[in-house]
Nanobody, 126 residues
Framework: QLHLVESGGGLVPPGGSLRLSCTAT????????VNWFRQVSGKAREGVAC????????NSVDSVKGRFTASRDNAKNTVYLQMNTLKPEDTGNYFC???????????????????WGEGTPVFVSL
């Protein structure tokens, strides 16, 4: 059983940066691909970035490409989301999700996600 906890969210001005962490307990996060999602109140959750088990494959969606990057430190059982040049439209609750199956890598299909964290809020505003 994997328990995921996100941290690192907060209030940041436009153009600023944040690094989110997703730390796992209960099992090895290195056995899972990890996807980052975000959700704005009243809207559907959307995938934003992803990373494979070894950290050798990463991807992000067009709206954040070049600004958001996933990375991981399996020795620390932690995956990160570095977010740069933040925009007001990046505001939302950010979740990490772990997927054991290859179909869960960067597909952002929620059916493939085996474990979810509870999220950390990000506010981009002056």
């Amino acid at each position: 059983q994997l328990h995921l906890v996100e941290s690192g969210g907060g209030l940041v001005p436009p153009g600023g940066s944040l690094r989110l962490s997703c730390t796992a307990t209960g099992s090895s996060l290195g056995d899972y691909h990890v996807n980052w999602f975000r959700q704005v109140s009243g809207k559907a959750r959307e995938g934003v970035a992803c990373i494979n088990t070894l950290g050798t494959v990463t991807n992000s969606v067009d709206s954040v490409k070049g600004r958001f990057t996933a990375s991981r430190d399996n020795a620390k059982n932690t995956v990160y989301l570095q977010m740069n040049t933040l925009k007001p439209e990046d505001t939302g609750n950010y979740f990490c999700a772990a997927a054991a199956r290859l179909g869960g890598l960067c597909s952002f299909q929620e059916d493939y996600m085996d474990y979810w964290g509870e999220g950390t809020p990000v506010f981009v505003s002056l």
